[in-house]
C-alpha cells in the first residue's frame, strides 16, 4: 500500500473515532424529560417535522488532523537529527566557512561538534572583530585552547586578522609570538596600543611571517624601544634578516628616516611597500630603500610632502623591478623625477602623481615613451596637463586600462577623442570637474570603448 493511501486510511479512522465519541458522550435523559419530550413530539405530530439526527458530526481540518498524527507518532530521538547523518567529513567541511567566534559558538552545541570543532585544520586563520573589548584575554583562551593537542604551540595558525581591535597591546602580540611560530601573515590595522616591542617580538619569534599590515599604527617607528627592553629576551633569530615580503605602515605618523633605515637593513625582501601619510620621511629615508631593498616592486609615498626629485632619482635605481608607484600629493616633485623614474623603471605600470601641480605634459609624453607598458595612470588635479599629454600617453600605451583626468581644466574634448580612437580596452575613466567636454566627444568615447566606465560630473551626459 502506497503512502498516500495510509493516510487517507489514517483520516477516515480518526473521523469514525470522533462521530462515534460524540455519540457515546450523550448523556441519558431523566423520567421527567423523557415524558416531556414524548409529550413535545405528540404534539407536534400534527406539524410538519423535520428529522434531527442521531449522531452530531464535527468538522476535521488539516491542522487537527497533523496534531493527531504528531500525538500518534513515535517519540523523535537525537538520532533522527538530519545533521547527524552526516560524515564527520561533511561536517568540517562546512564549518570551515565559518569565522573564530561562530566555531567557538558550534563548539557549545554538543561533544560531537565540540570535537570536530577544536580541529587543528579549522584553525588556519583566526579572524576577530574590534567590538571584542578584551582581546589579550580573548587571544590567550583560544590559544590555550588550541595547544592542548601540540603544548605551547599552535603549529596550524598561518593568518591572524585583528583588525581595528583598538584594545590589542604588546600582550597580546607575544602570545601569538611565543605560540604561533608558523604565523605567515598579521593584519593589525588601526590598533593604537602596540609598540615597537610587541612587533619586534613578532617579527622575531615568527620567522615565516612575509605579510604584515600596520597601518595606523601610531605609536611604532621601528626604533625607539622602550630602555628596559632586552633584544635578547625576545630575538632568538637575532642576527638573522627578517622575512617580510609585504609590508603596511601607511598613516604611521611616527616612522622617521632612521626607523625607514632599520627596515631597510633588515627586511632586504620587500616586494611591496606603503608608506602613504608618513610625512617625516624625507629623501634620505627613500635612500636607505634603494640602497637595501632593491626588489620592490610596489611603493606608494603618497602625501609624503617632504619627497623630492632626488628621492625620484632613488626611487629610479630600482629599474626594471618597480611595477607601482604612488607620489600623489607629493608637492615637491617636478618634471625632473618623473624623467628620471621613465628612464630607468621601463616595467613601470602603475602611476599616481595625483595632486603633484608641477607635473606638466613633458612629464607625459617622456613617460609613454619610456614606459609602453602603463596600464593605469592618475595625473588628476594637475592643473598643467592639457591634450597634448594625454594624446601622447594614448597613442604609446595602447594597453591603458584606467585613467584619470580630474580637475585638468585644460584638457578638451579632443582628448576623448583620441582616447576612443587609439585605447579601446579602455575600461576606467575618470573626467570629473573637466568642463571643456561635449556631449558629442562624450558618445563618441562610449560608442567605441563599451566596456568603459566613465566617472564625470556634467549633467549633460546622463
Same mark, same amino acid.
Given at each position: 500500500?502506497?503512502?498516500?493511501?495510509?493516510?487517507?486510511?489514517?483520516?477516515?479512522?480518526?473521523?469514525?473515532?470522533?462521530?462515534?465519541?460524540?455519540?457515546?458522550?450523550?448523556?441519558?435523559?431523566?423520567?421527567?424529560?423523557?415524558? *416531556?419530550?414524548?409529550?413535545?413530539?405528540?404534539?407536534?405530530?400534527?406539524?410538519?417535522?423535520?428529522?434531527?439526527?442521531?449522531?452530531?458530526?464535527?468538522?476535521?481540518?488539516?491542522? +487537527?488532523?497533523?496534531?493527531?498524527?504528531?500525538?500518534?507518532?513515535?517519540?523523535?530521538?537525537?538520532?533522527?537529527?538530519?545533521?547527524?547523518?552526516?560524515?564527520?567529513?561533511?561536517?568540517?567541511?562546512?564549518?570551515?566557512?565559518?569565522?573564530?567566534?561562530?566555531?567557538?559558538?558550534?563548539?557549545?552545541?554538543?561533544?560531537?561538534?565540540?570535537?570536530?570543532?577544536?580541529?587543528?585544520?579549522?584553525?588556519?586563520?583566526?579572524?576577530?572583530?574590534?567590538?571584542?573589548?578584551?582581546?589579550?584575554?580573548?587571544?590567550?583562551?583560544?590559544?590555550?585552547?588550541?595547544?592542548?593537542?601540540?603544548?605551547?604551540?599552535?603549529?596550524?595558525?598561518?593568518?591572524?586578522?585583528?583588525?581595528?581591535?583598538?584594545?590589542?597591546?604588546?600582550?597580546?602580540?607575544?602570545?601569538?609570538?611565543?605560540?604561533?611560530?608558523?604565523?605567515?601573515?598579521?593584519?593589525?590595522?588601526?590598533?593604537?596600543?602596540?609598540?615597537?616591542?610587541?612587533?619586534?617580538?613578532?617579527?622575531?619569534?615568527?620567522?615565516?611571517? +612575509?605579510?604584515?599590515?600596520?597601518?595606523?599604527?601610531?605609536?611604532?617607528?621601528?626604533?625607539?624601544?622602550?630602555?628596559?627592553?632586552?633584544?635578547?629576551?625576545?630575538?632568538?633569530?637575532?642576527?638573522?634578516?627578517?622575512?617580510?615580503?609585504?609590508?603596511?605602515?601607511?598613516?604611521?605618523?611616527?616612522? +622617521?628616516?632612521?626607523?625607514?633605515?632599520?627596515?631597510?637593513?633588515?627586511?632586504?625582501?620587500?616586494?611591496?611597500?606603503?608608506?602613504?601619510?608618513?610625512?617625516?620621511?624625507?629623501?634620505?629615508?627613500?635612500?636607505?630603500?634603494?640602497?637595501?631593498?632593491?626588489?620592490?616592486?610596489?611603493?606608494?609615498?603618497?602625501?609624503?610632502?617632504?619627497?623630492?626629485?632626488?628621492?625620484?632619482?632613488?626611487?629610479?635605481?630600482?629599474?626594471?623591478?618597480?611595477?607601482?608607484?604612488?607620489?600623489?600629493?607629493?608637492?615637491?616633485?617636478?618634471?625632473?623625477?618623473?624623467?628620471?623614474?621613465? *628612464?630607468?623603471?621601463?616595467?613601470?605600470?602603475?602611476?599616481?602623481?595625483?595632486?603633484?601641480?608641477?607635473?606638466? +605634459?613633458?612629464?607625459?609624453?617622456?613617460?609613454?615613451?619610456?614606459?609602453?607598458?602603463?596600464?593605469?595612470?592618475?595625473?588628476?588635479?594637475?592643473?598643467?596637463?592639457?591634450?597634448?599629454?594625454?594624446?601622447?600617453?594614448?597613442?604609446?600605451?595602447?594597453?591603458?586600462?584606467?585613467?584619470?583626468?580630474?580637475?585638468?581644466?585644460?584638457?578638451?574634448?579632443?582628448?576623448?577623442?583620441?582616447?576612443?580612437?587609439?585605447?579601446?580596452?579602455?575600461?576606467?575613466?575618470?573626467?570629473?570637474?573637466?568642463?571643456?567636454?561635449?556631449?558629442?566627444?562624450?558618445?563618441?568615447?562610449? *560608442?567605441?570603448?563599451?566596456?568603459?566606465?566613465?566617472?564625470?560630473?556634467?549633467?549633460?551626459?546622463?
Amino acid at each position: 500500500m502506497m503512502r498516500g493511501d495510509l493516510l487517507h486510511v489514517d483520516s477516515l479512522q480518526v473521523v469514525r473515532k470522533l462521530r462515534l465519541e460524540n455519540g457515546s458522550q450523550a448523556s441519558p435523559k431523566s423520567p421527567s424529560q423523557e415524558s *416531556k419530550s414524548t409529550a413535545t413530539s405528540s404534539g407536534a405530530s400534527s406539524s410538519a417535522t423535520s428529522p434531527t439526527p442521531l449522531i452530531e458530526t464535527q468538522e476535521v481540518t488539516e491542522v +487537527d488532523m497533523t496534531k493527531m498524527r504528531k500525538k500518534l507518532a513515535p517519540p523523535r530521538t537525537a538520532n533522527d537529527s538530519p545533521f547527524d547523518k552526516l560524515t564527520d567529513k561533511v561536517i568540517t567541511n562546512i564549518f570551515s566557512y565559518l569565522t573564530a567566534k561562530r566555531l567557538c559558538r558550534c563548539s557549545q552545541v554538543c561533544k560531537r561538534w565540540q570535537r570536530l570543532a577544536w580541529q587543528p585544520c579549522l584553525w588556519t586563520s583566526i579572524l576577530l572583530s574590534k567590538r571584542q573589548k578584551n582581546i589579550d584575554y580573548a587571544l590567550k583562551c583560544l590559544i590555550r585552547r588550541l595547544c592542548l593537542e601540540t603544548p605551547y604551540v599552535c603549529l596550524t595558525v598561518e593568518r591572524i586578522v585583528l583588525n581595528g581591535c583598538d584594545q590589542l597591546t604588546d600582550r597580546g602580540l607575544s602570545l601569538i609570538a611565543r605560540h604561533c611560530p608558523e604565523l605567515l601573515r598579521i593584519e593589525l590595522g588601526g590598533c593604537n596600543n602596540i609598540t615597537n616591542e610587541g612587533v619586534f617580538e613578532l617579527v622575531s619569534r615568527c620567522p615565516s611571517i +612575509d605579510y604584515m599590515d600596520l597601518m595606523g599604527c601610531q605609536q611604532v617607528n621601528f626604533l625607539n624601544f622602550p630602555s628596559d627592553y632586552n633584544a635578547s629576551r625576545a630575538s632568538p633569530l637575532q642576527g638573522q634578516t627578517i622575512l617580510l615580503r609585504h609590508l603596511d605602515l601607511s598613516d604611521c605618523s611616527s616612522l +622617521d628616516d632612521s626607523g625607514l633605515r632599520i627596515i631597510a637593513t633588515n627586511c632586504p625582501g620587500l616586494l611591496n611597500l606603503y608608506l602613504r601619510r608618513c610625512y617625516q620621511l624625507t629623501d634620505i629615508g627613500v635612500q636607505y630603500l634603494s640602497a637595501h631593498c632593491f626588489m620592490i616592486k610596489e611603493l606608494s609615498l603618497s602625501d609624503c610632502h617632504r619627497i623630492t626629485d632626488c628621492g625620484m632619482r632613488e626611487v629610479a635605481k630600482l629599474e626594471s623591478h618597480l611595477r607601482y608607484l604612488s607620489i600623489a600629493k607629493c608637492e615637491l616633485i617636478t618634471d625632473m623625477g618623473v624623467y628620471a623614474i621613465a *628612464k630607468l623603471c621601463v616595467k613601470l605600470r602603475y602611476l599616481n602623481v595625483r595632486g603633484c601641480a608641477h607635473i606638466t +605634459d613633458k612629464s607625459l609624453d617622456v613617460l609613454a615613451r619610456g614606459c609602453p607598458r602603463l596600464r593605469s595612470v592618475d595625473v588628476g588635479k594637475c592643473p598643467s596637463i592639457t591634450d597634448r599629454g594625454v594624446a601622447s600617453v594614448a597613442v604609446n600605451c595602447s594597453g591603458l586600462r584606467k585613467l584619470s583626468i580630474r580637475g585638468c581644466v585644460n584638457v578638451t574634448s579632443e582628448s576623448l577623442t583620441i582616447l576612443a580612437r587609439y585605447c579601446p580596452e579602455l575600461q576606467q575613466l575618470n573626467i570629473q570637474e573637466c568642463d571643456e567636454l561635449s556631449v558629442q566627444a562624450y558618445r563618441v568615447l562610449k *560608442k567605441h570603448c563599451r566596456k568603459c566606465i566613465i566617472e564625470h560630473t556634467n549633467p549633460a551626459f546622463y
